[in-house]
Each structure stands twice: as structure tokens, then as C-alpha cells.
């Protein structure tokens, strides 16, 4: 019976050992570093320009890694992740204040 995997690092890894490859000749077939596989297999996004030579090389479906692919949490053009909400006015007022030391004579 499988497992269902919910991370798609773990899904990685399971394959890479299931095959009986090492993380260095995953890479070498998709044309990355061997740190490069470990730092997928710990991740739970990977960009998706990485999954088809990701698929092709562990000879998984690219539509399941695409399925098990996280939200991506790069930063956005004002610096935020896509996630986050703008701040008001006043609060950055507020957070700017507490950053500032305070000088006692």
C-alpha cells in the first residue's frame, strides 16, 4: 500500500532511494548540483521550471510533482511574499518608532 506524501521533498527523496540513485547522479541528469537535489528534498517548493528534468530523471509523472508542488513564497515585486497583506499606515508608523533607540540625558 503507498503512502500518500504531502511534501514534495519527501516525495523526491522516496523516489531517489527507491531507484537506488544518489543525489549527485539525480543532479548530474537534470543538470544540478548534488546539494542542489538535497536542498529540493528538504524543500516544499521547488520552481517549476526544475520539475520536468526532476520527473524525467526519478521517472515520476510531472503532473504529480506538479500537484504536490507548495505555494510558492518567492518575494513579490514590493519586496512581500505573495501571501502578506499591505500594512496601514499607522502601523508602520507605530513599528517605526519602536525600531528608533531612544536617547535619555
Known amino acids: 500500500m503507498e503512502t500518500v506524501v504531502k511534501h514534495i521533498g519527501k516525495m523526491l527523496k522516496a523516489a531517489r532511494l527507491k531507484?537506488?540513485?544518489k543525489a549527485a547522479e539525480v543532479?548530474?541528469?537534470c543538470n544540478l548540483t548534488r546539494s542542489r537535489i538535497y536542498g529540493?528534498?528538504?524543500?516544499?517548493?521547488?520552481?517549476p521550471k526544475q520539475l520536468p528534468g526532476l520527473a524525467k530523471a526519478l521517472r515520476?509523472?510531472?503532473e504529480q510533482l506538479q500537484a504536490e508542488n507548495g505555494p510558492d513564497r518567492r518575494k513579490n515585486k514590493k519586496g512581500r511574499s505573495e501571501g502578506t497583506?499591505?500594512?496601514s499606515p499607522s502601523v508602520r508608523v507605530r513599528s517605526a518608532l519602536r525600531r528608533?533607540?531612544?536617547i535619555r540625558l
Open 19 to 21: 531507484l537506488g540513485l
Open 27 to 29: 543532479g548530474a541528469a
Open 40 to 47: 529540493f528534498e528538504a524543500s516544499n517548493f521547488i520552481l
Open 60 to 62: 515520476i509523472p510531472l
Open 85 to 87: 497583506r499591505e500594512l
Open 100 to 102: 528608533q533607540p531612544t
